[in-house]
């Protein structure tokens, strides 16, 4: 069971990155997936998540990201997605993929909810 983050990497502001996790091992389908993020000298925190895997859908966006980053996903290829426009250096982490099971709308946010991590990808963002 692995989660394998990807798509990280060096940009300017204003440019975008897309990030991509692909699940093996288990159906990502079947799981509430988010993606977190650990900027230098700061906590994890929860930027984004989605949960459709009952057929409804519900999302999570930070404020500090809403309007800039979409989530989504390709079950078909068992990956989750991270769509970044318009980066700016504040946006600077370590991002991490996340996936778990049964996950409600009032714990989305946290990493306890989630049973799977990605190893993280690094996204740096210069002024």
């Known amino acids: 069971v692995q989660l394998q983050a990807s798509g990280g990497g060096s940009v300017q502001s204003g440019e975008s990155l897309r990030l991509s996790c692909t699940a093996s091992?288990?159906?990502?389908?079947?799981?509430?997936v988010a993606w977190f993020r650990r900027a230098p000298g700061k906590e994890r925190e929860a930027i984004s998540c989605?949960?459709?895997?009952?057929?409804?859908?519900?999302?999570f966006y930070a404020d500090s990201v809403k309007g800039r980053f979409t989530i989504s996903r390709d079950n078909a290829k068992n990956t989750m997605y991270l769509q970044m426009n318009n980066l700016k250096p504040e946006d600077t982490a370590i991002y991490y993929c996340?996936?778990?099971?049964?996950?409600?709308?009032?714990?989305?946010?946290?990493?306890?909810?989630?049973?799977?991590w990605g190893q993280g990808t690094q996204v740096t963002v210069s002024s």
């Open positions: 996340a996936a778990g099971v049964g996950v409600i709308l009032s714990e989305m946010r946290m990493t306890r909810a989630y049973d799977y």
């Open positions: 091992g288990f159906t990502l389908g079947d799981y509430a």
């Open positions: 989605i949960d459709d895997s009952d057929g409804y859908s519900q999302y």
